[in-house]
Nanobody
Framework: QVQLVESGGGLVQAGGSLRLSCAASGLAISTYTMAWFRQAPGKEREFVAAITNYGSTTNYPNSVKGRFTISRDNARKTVYLQMNTLKPEDTAVYYC?????????????WGRGTQVTVSS
């Protein structure tokens, strides 16, 4: 049974930092491209970051580029999202995604999410 479990969310002031973790079980994580998405109330789920199987390539949208960093530790079956210089507009539920390839990011397996709230 595949499980992705996010943790590390919480309440932080604008300008602060958080590090999210996504612990995977039931799958060979090194064969998956891993990604983070987020969804704010009343908005569609949006892509935040992705990292290829062994971490050689990462990708970010302009909204988080330079502030967020995705990384992975395949031995620990864990993916991380370091979020710095947080803004109120970063407030959302953050979800971990395991996809078979870069082309299929947003498909595959999902976690249940962790809430991030950034106060102004």
């Amino acid at each position: 049974q595949v499980q992705l479990v996010e943790s590390g969310g919480g309440l932080v002031q604008a300008g602060g930092s958080l590090r999210l973790s996504c612990a995977a079980s039931g799958l060979a994580i090194s064969t998956y491209t891993m990604a983070w998405f987020r969804q704010a109330p009343g908005k569609e789920r949006e892509f935040v970051a992705a990292i290829t199987n062994y971490g050689s390539t990462t990708n970010y949208p302009n909204s988080v580029k330079g502030r967020f960093t995705i990384s992975r530790d395949n031995a620990r079956k864990t993916v991380y999202l370091q979020m710095n210089t947080l803004k109120p507009e970063d407030t959302a539920v953050y979800y971990c995604n395991a996809a078979m390839s870069v082309q299929t990011i947003g498909n595959g397996y999902w976690g249940r999410g962790t809430q991030v709230t950034v106060s102004s």
